[in-house]
């Protein structure tokens, strides 16, 4: 089971308090009525889904009840970072520099 | 390709088992194919069968990272069925169905297909409503499949508890009496023998790397551990690894990887004559030949290519068995694993061209395409050798998610299938 650190309980608890909320730092369109079926397409259904880092949203439903987003590497699942929803969308390159040397 | 039957197992028993000649090869991989499929699963591997066997396609490689068989179709959990939903679902699935009977006469190889039926349990109001509503539209698809009231479940199915108190009471059943298992691992081996004997290469420890394109868009080949690989035309096959493969070609796809697992108990004698299956509980249990239950359990909440998945999805897996098969309780699990399920947002595959000439993609089967594997292969081959698709794979695009026309056996069923 995960071991996940909630940025707002700054705490880490297990996975069972929290829920997967999908990928993070999409943006739902403003005008949504005025956006092309691609967009609508590339907002709703299309994703990321990499193997590496992925940028992605949790909830501490069973705690704070907050959304947060996380970097996790989806290949040792191993979480690199947590933060506040909000905050912007960490370097990719960076983290996986970061991750590398926690490794060691 | 040396015919197998009872005279050849007769033959080689008197000689100590010495002539039987290899089932398929490790050729070099050559500089330039008609077709390359990415991935050795079933579904890759049928599709190079097909091509061969169905449109005189043969020079064709299978590339494969790891070894043939070793992706999903070698970790799941056998379940074969077609009842699902809607139309489009019910034609492609059934048409697999059809093809599962007679298969091991086809490729002259035995996959073990056992028509023990698959039984669907309903344990609440909503269950109830869901599954019959699923059997009205099956009987107009043609499709198998009928209502159980829980002594008739019991009945079919004698070790299920079906007591008013249960924790997981049984309301009733669907049951689809041609629906059944197969041996995952002889599906695999079947189809690359029958490849492989007409021609085709597998080439297995070779992973794609990328997939080059030349200025005008269109597919030249694929780069590889082994170094450049030449074809007009290459379809990709790689369940978890989908959205990477197609990455590579610039495709972006509406698709999440998530873990799935399944775990073994210890070899019994004959005691579960039927597949079992709850949905609203996520177990899924039946008896293999070698006498282990096998059983599924459901993804974990979390996208993952680790191949592994938490501990609880297993033992949330085996509380809900146990309550509904409480004869099991003290039986010892031997193994478990996981595989790695590439799932769409309306839950049905994408078997189709692809927005770049000579590139086509079988995927999304998410945690249920092992029962469609023939069908999917056939019709697959059928897409590459035309250039378009089969009637049966027809609604299966990738356009779907921006045109709207989903086929949402997600909204359907509300679970995992
Ligand atoms: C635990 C579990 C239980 C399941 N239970 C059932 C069930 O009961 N019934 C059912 O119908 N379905 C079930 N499924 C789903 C089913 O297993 C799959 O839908 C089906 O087997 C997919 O077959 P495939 O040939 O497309 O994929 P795979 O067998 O996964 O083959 C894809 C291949 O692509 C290869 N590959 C990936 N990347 C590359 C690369 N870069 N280069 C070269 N090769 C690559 C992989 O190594 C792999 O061998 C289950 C799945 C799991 C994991
Ligand atoms: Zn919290």
Known sequence: MLQIYCPYCKEERPELEFRHAGEAHIARPADMKSISDEEFEG?????????GIAFERWRHVHGCGRFFNAARDTVSDKFITTYEAGEPKPDAAELAAKSGEADK | MRKYSIFAVAREAMRGHKGWPQQWTSPEPKKQYDVIIVGAGGHGLGAAYYLAKQHGITNVAVVEKGWLGGGNTGRNTTIIRSNYLYDESAALYNHAMKMWDGLSQDLNY????????????????HDVQGAQRHIHANRLNGVQNEWLTPEQ????????????????????AALQRCGGNARHDAVAWGYARGAANRGVDIIQNCAVTGIRRAANGAVEGVETTRGFIGAKKVGVVAAGHSSVLMEMA??????????????????????FPCVVMSNTVHAYISQSDKGELVIGAGTDQYTSYSQTGGLHILTHTLDAICEMFPIFSRMKMLRSWGGIVDVTPDRSPIL?????????VNCGWGTGGFKATPGSAHVFAHTIANDAPHPINAPFTLERFRTGRLIDEAAAAAVAH
């Open chain 1, 43 to 51: 907002y709703f259904f299309i994703r990321s889904n990499p193997k």
């Open chain 2, 110 to 125: 035995n996959v073990m297909y056992s028509a023990r039926g698959v039984m669907m349990l309903a344990h609440n109001v």
């Open chain 2, 153 to 172: 479940a019991k009945e079919y199915c004698p070790p299920l508890n079906i007591s008013k108190t249960a924790r997981y009471p049984v309301m009733g």
């Open chain 2, 250 to 271: 610039g495709v972006q796809m509406p698709l999440e990887s998530y873990p799935l697992q399944a775990l073994v108990s210890e070899p019994v004698k004959p005691i």
């Open chain 2, 352 to 360: 189709a061209k692809t927005p770049v000439p000579g590139l086509y």
